[in-house]
């Protein structure tokens, strides 16, 4: 039995997302209880949305589905690490291939790479 | 300006600590504003202790200290992506190098590699 502490975060614990080939982190998310076994049962990452406070498999607007291919657990149980084949080559809402695609430089932020896809032509359909 | 918004998870973000070479993986810590700005000052990790509600150096007991390589933020601005040259070996307090160690298969928890160092002889001197 998987036991994860979801009370240091108020029933959440943090979800770092990385692409299993490359190691590239895709996103940060976060996962309720229902969410990790709906995550373990489909073998396609499940969050919870903080902001609409229901569960949100990965790419059901999108398509850009994460297939599961290995889940880790820190040392104190309270954070997961799941490693994902993205389909659609992107995992962020604007369309970047990840959420991480603002760098510090000198105290300013720039930001890296092109979008993989219009985020007006994915939602808002 | 950098501005990060602290106010989603109490005055706190998630950071992600990765290794700058391998893409590993390290840990999962949160940083305050000063945390945050100690870390672009000094170029050593600088968390928020939860536990200890105060600020964190990494490595400042265990000499593991995280020289910062780069940081990313993410699209908005609630995670930050620490890429650090990890001193020691090893980030994780059990010894491990990272904390990410354990790896679920089929329901269970399996322990992944051996700790770097022992945790009893690096604390509690």
């Given amino acids: 039995m998987i036991e994860l502490n979801f009370d240091k975060a108020g029933g959440l614990v943090?979800?770092?997302?990385?692409?299993?080939t490359?190691?590239?982190?895709?996103?940060?998310?976060?996962?309720?209880?229902?969410?990790f076994?709906?995550?373990l049962a489909s073998?396609?990452?499940?969050y919870y949305s903080r902001s609409r406070q229901t569960l949100w498999i990965k790419g059901e607007t999108s398509g850009n589905v994460q297939r599961v291919k290995e889940i880790r657990v820190d040392c104190d149980n309270d954070t997961v690490l799941?490693?994902?084949?993205?389909?659609?080559?992107a995992a962020c809402h604007?369309?970047?291939?990840?959420?991480?695609?603002?760098?510090?430089e000198t105290g300013s932020i720039r930001v890296i790479g092109e979008p993989w896809f219009d985020p007006a032509e994915v939602y808002n359909k």
Avoid: W
């Avoid at 490359?22 to 969410?35: D, P, R, S």
């Avoid at 799941?82 to 080559?89: A, E, H, P, S, Y």
């Fill in 22 to 35: 490359t190691g590239e982190i895709l996103m940060l998310a976060y996962m309720n209880q229902e969410a």
């Fill in 14 to 20: 943090p979800a770092i997302t990385q692409d299993y």
């Fill in 37 to 39: 076994d709906a995550t």
């Fill in 94 to 104: 604007t369309g970047h291939r990840s959420c991480f695609y603002k760098k510090i």
């Fill in 43 to 46: 073998g396609k990452a499940t």
């Fill in 82 to 89: 799941i490693k994902v084949d993205q389909l659609g080559g």
